[in-house]
């Protein structure tokens, strides 16, 4: 079994910053892709910014240039820097990671996400 858990989330007014924080633990081979997802009520999880295990990164239109994403391979964490916070960043924010805990078997997990609120 695998766990993921989310952490840093919390009330900033516009303009300000947030670092999110994502670790993984349990019975991990390798970890592959990871990445950050949000949601808001009434409407489906969206992407924000996924890394791969050797760096490469992609970032929805909304956050490029504002949100950092990266990872530390070596204690299995995903961060999530998160700049210029606007209101519309407001969401829950959910880690995912695709975890071999075998060379043969490969799952995603997500974490149980982390309220990110941007407000004055």
């Known amino acids: 079994q695998v766990q993921l858990v989310e952490s840093g989330g919390g009330l900033v007014q516009p303009g300000g910053s947030l670092r999110l924080s994502c670790a993984a633990s349990g019975s991990i081979f390798k970890i592959n892709d990871m990445g950050w997802y949000r949601q808001t009520p009434g409407n489906q999880r969206e992407l924000v910014a996924t890394?791969?295990?050797?760096?490469?990164?992609n970032y929805a239109d909304s956050v490029r240039g504002r949100f950092t994403i990266s990872r530390d391979n070596a204690n299995n964490t995903l961060y999530l820097q998160m700049n210029s916070l606007k209101p519309e960043d407001t969401a829950v924010y959910y880690c995912?990671?695709?975890?071999?805990?075998?060379?043969?078997?490969?799952?995603?997990?997500w974490g149980q996400g982390t309220q990110v609120t941007v407000s004055s």
């Open positions: 890394i791969t295990k050797g760096g490469s990164t």
């Open positions: 995912n990671a695709k975890v071999r805990m075998s060379p043969a078997t490969l799952y995603g997990y």
